[in-house]
């Protein structure tokens, strides 16, 4: 038998909880869905110009290699400018958080 720390195992145990807990709620009918999935279902009718530039914002600095993808095709495609400066660096301060240097 392993030994396994007990903030380890408890935190195992929770997990697995939590994961019961979902497939429970997904076996009643219920529909897991990300953030971005929400994001885009409330963005659903594209040809509504009022949120769009905000939606793209959020899609391109949070969406991974899909944000990268919509950046790639609004700078080399469509030749918009970038979103994001070039020169614009990001870094972590003391404390562990993301900053944005010039």
Do not use: C
Not at 66 to 89: C, F, H, L, W
């Amino acid at each position: 038998m392993a030994f396994m720390p007990s903030r380890t195992l408890r935190a195992a145990r929770a997990r697995l909880r939590t994961t019961r807990r979902f497939a429970a709620i997904e076996q009643a009918g219920a529909v897991s869905l990300t953030a971005f999935q929400v994001l885009l279902e409330f963005q659903r009718d594209w040809s509504r110009k009022e949120h769009y530039e905000e939606v793209m914002a959020v899609v391109k600095e949070h969406g991974g290699a899909y944000g990268q993808g919509i950046e790639y095709v609004a700078t080399m495609v469509q030749k918009a400018p970038a979103s994001r400066n070039d020169k614009q660096r990001r870094t972590r301060n003391k404390k562990g958080n993301k900053v944005y240097e010039q």
